[in-house]
């Protein structure tokens, strides 16, 4: 464990620049937003909550160009890394489901592959909690103990940091000169806010009835057939937002084009809850209703990855409740699954 | 990283000869630059440069992978764009993906194929692996059906298996017309009076979901085992090596899991048939 100052952390920053592009989130009035760092920036801050874009969006990439022509070589390979600073737990928590997706299986997907590889994650505690938070019902603290480089937990004056992986290590190794000794006081700082902010949201998670990972065992099976969907489905605009800014959704799309006499063909993020998702040739769908397609989507998350990987594909952050125009909301749902209607 | 293999790259291919089967069905023949080995039952993704791709089961040769033989129907934008393809057109192949029917499980064993519509496709690779093992199936039967005769596809090579003696070949059609012959009905009307040993034989279908679904259970009626049906699925897909969500059935993906799967796998998934 080490101490590392507002002002120090910037020094880091600066100097991971010249070998990442170094993202920091800041509030922009409907939420955190992840923009590049610069040395004039004037307040960014790491900690906080969860931005409002999902942490995949540095790892599978929203649209890119997967191939071209019949090249077997892997295209946009002269970019940077990423740094990510103020990753939080909920979204560390979805690489669970996404490396099971996309790189635990027959094949690879080398593109995720390789910004898993390449990309720096600097973490951070959260320092208070939406209404919408209710992570720890899915089984996350609020504060990360995995899947990071390094993480940051807000004190007086800057920051409690520690390694989580070889590449934290070696990177803080390198950085010593700008860490200090942390002290009693720090420590018992990080434990107060910690246990602030787990208060908040076990507030919200007791608030709202979202059941609890247990009881969620088996429910969407059991409530198959239930009227719970089609009732859900009542407002759905079918936008497939709670789809794209969700942590843990992978799904995605191939389509070709022809740019400047050459064949791209491009990988998109897809939409279970878009009508043509399931669609086959001829127009066949079997998922025709828009009530199927919201089904759909807690089958794969609460059926589906528990069975293939062991793990719900959900991971509290919130953002489908608070991205959906319709308002529906997944802990109500969640609830009504468990208590039958 | 040239030597990260893409898995989005494609072998660029020539079309060699256009069949017109019917007027909605075409074969295409294809050179590959590099030869792309297949075990039947598995697919391949076909793309027409700019258009975009579709899945396919080569309806060839497994053993003769210098060519490969798609049997497309016309159904939307590629299929449409590939019934326009004429000889010397470049194309793009990837794969072979997914897996395979375990022929060789099949030996000393009773085998029966049903095929229905352009399920007549996947099954002529099918049908070229049983027929290298014919000597070694305790019986080979094939059940074949399709709306109208001029529906029929591969006439004259489905007429000298008519004259195999290793084969027991029914043909059916929905609606017969003057030139017809055999008999009319749905394929599982010419399932009624087979004489097999229900119970250790095998079952190979593939073809329209409807017709899937009742040889299925037309089937198991019969008496043979769920985990002796083997089923072709057909589900949206996409990426084709298990990534893109698209051909999910349950627990599986139809890509990489499938897309061949015994009905016993499947059976307590909910609609499986849509
Ligand atoms: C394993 C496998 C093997 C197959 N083998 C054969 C074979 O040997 N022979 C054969 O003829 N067929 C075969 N098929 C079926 C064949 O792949 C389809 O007929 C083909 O993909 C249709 O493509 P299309 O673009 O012509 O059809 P379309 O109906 O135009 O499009 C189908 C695809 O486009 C998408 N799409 C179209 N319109 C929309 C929309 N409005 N919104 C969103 N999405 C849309 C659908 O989601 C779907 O992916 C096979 C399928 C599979 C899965
Ligand atoms: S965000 Fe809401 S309205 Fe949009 S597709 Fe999802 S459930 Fe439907």
């Known amino acids: 464990m080490h101490y590392l100052s507002h002002d120090r952390l910037r020094q880091l920053l600066e100097k991971l620049t010249s070998s990442y592009s170094v993202f920091v989130p800041v509030e922009d009035g409907s939420g955190l937003q992840y923009v590049p760092y610069t040395s004039d920036l004037e307040h960014f801050d790491p900690g906080q909550v969860r931005a409002f874009e999902p942490l995949k969006l540095f790892f599978q990439r929203a649209r890119e160009v997967v191939a071209q022509d019949y090249d077997t070589d892997l295209p946009g390979q002269d970019k940077k890394p990423v740094c990510v600073v103020g990753a939080k737990a909920c979204d560390l928590k979805g690489f669970k489901v996404l490396d099971h997706a996309l790189l635990k299986g027959e094949y690879e997907d080398p593109f995720y592959k390789r910004n898993r590889e390449r990309n720096l994650i600097i973490s951070c505690d959260c320092t208070t909690a939406l209404d919408t938070c209710f992570c720890m019902a899915m089984g996350v603290k609020p504060f990360p103990e995995e899947a990071f480089d390094i993480n940051l937990s807000p004190v007086e004056g800057g920051y409690l940091v520690e390694a989580g992986s070889k590449k934290g290590e070696a990177l803080l190794e390198a950085s010593s000169g700008i860490l200090g000794e942390p002290d009693q006081d720090m420590m018992a700082e990080r434990g107060r806010t910690r246990n602030q902010v787990a208060e908040l949201v076990q507030a919200n998670i007791e608030e709202s009835g979202v059941p609890d990972r247990k009881s969620l065992e088996g429910a969407v099976r059991r409530m198959y057939d239930s009227e719970v969907w089609a009732d859900e489905a009542r407002t759905c605009v079918e936008c497939g937002a709670c789809n794209t800014i969700c942590p843990t959704c992978h799904c995605f799309l191939l389509y070709d084009q022809k740019n400047e006499g050459k064949m791209e063909r491009l990988r998109i993020w897809d939409s279970c809850l878009l009508k043509g998702f399931a669609r086959v040739g001829g127009g066949d769908n079997p998922r025709p209703e828009l009530w199927m397609r919201l089904r759909n989507r807690f089958e794969k998350k609460f059926d589906f990855f528990p069975e293939v990987a062991n793990v719900y594909a959900c991971t509290g952050c919130g953002r489908c409740i608070t991205g959906c125009p319709a308002k529906i909301d997944i802990r109500e749902v969640l609830g009504r699954l468990v208590s039958n209607g | ?274």
């Not at chain 2, 053993?63 to 299929?79: M, N, Q, S």
């Not at chain 2, 085998?111 to 014919?134: E, H």
């Not at chain 2, 059940?143 to 001029?150: D, K």
């Open chain 2, 1 to 274: 990283m040239g030597n990260t293999t893409n898995p989005y790259s494609m072998v660029r291919s020539r079309v060699l000869k256009v069949v017109k089967e019917t007027p909605t069905i075409y074969t295409i023949r294809l050179k590959p630059d590099r030869e792309v080995p297949f075990d039947p039952g598995q697919f391949i993704q076909l793309t027409v440069p700019g258009v975009g791709e579709a899945p396919f089961t080569p309806s060839s040769h497994y053993r003769k992978p210098e060519t490969l033989d798609v049997t497309v129907a016309r159904v939307g934008k590629v299929t449409d764009r590939i019934h326009q393809l004429s000889p010397g057109d470049e194309v793009g192949i990837r794969g072979p993906y997914g897996n395979n029917y375990p022929l060789e499980d099949f030996r000393d064993r009773e085998v029966l194929v049903v095929g229905g519509g352009v399920g007549f496709a996947p099954m002529r690779a099918v049908m070229y692996g049983l027929f290298d093992i014919v000597s070694s199936l305790a019986k080979l039967l094939y059940r074949g059906g399709c709306r109208n005769p001029s529906e029929l596809v591969y006439r004259e090579e489905m007429s000298r298996w008519f004259d195999r003696d290793d084969l027991n070949i029914v043909l059916t059609v929905d609606e017969g017309d003057e030139t017809w012959r055999g008999p009319t009905g749905v394929v599982t009307t010419i399932l009624e009076d087979l004489s097999l040993d229900f119970e250790s034989a095998v079952a190979i279908v593939c073809g329209p979901p409807i017709m899937m679904k009742f040889s299925t259970l037309k089937l198991l009626e019969m008496g043979f085992s769920d985990s002796n049906i083997f089923l072709s699925m057909e589900k949206n897909m996409s990426c084709a090596i298990g990534q893109c969500g698209h051909c999910r059935i349950g627990p599986y993906y139809c890509c990489t899991d499938g897309p061949v799967f015994r009905y016993s796998q499947i059976k307590q998934y909910p609609n499986i048939w849509d």
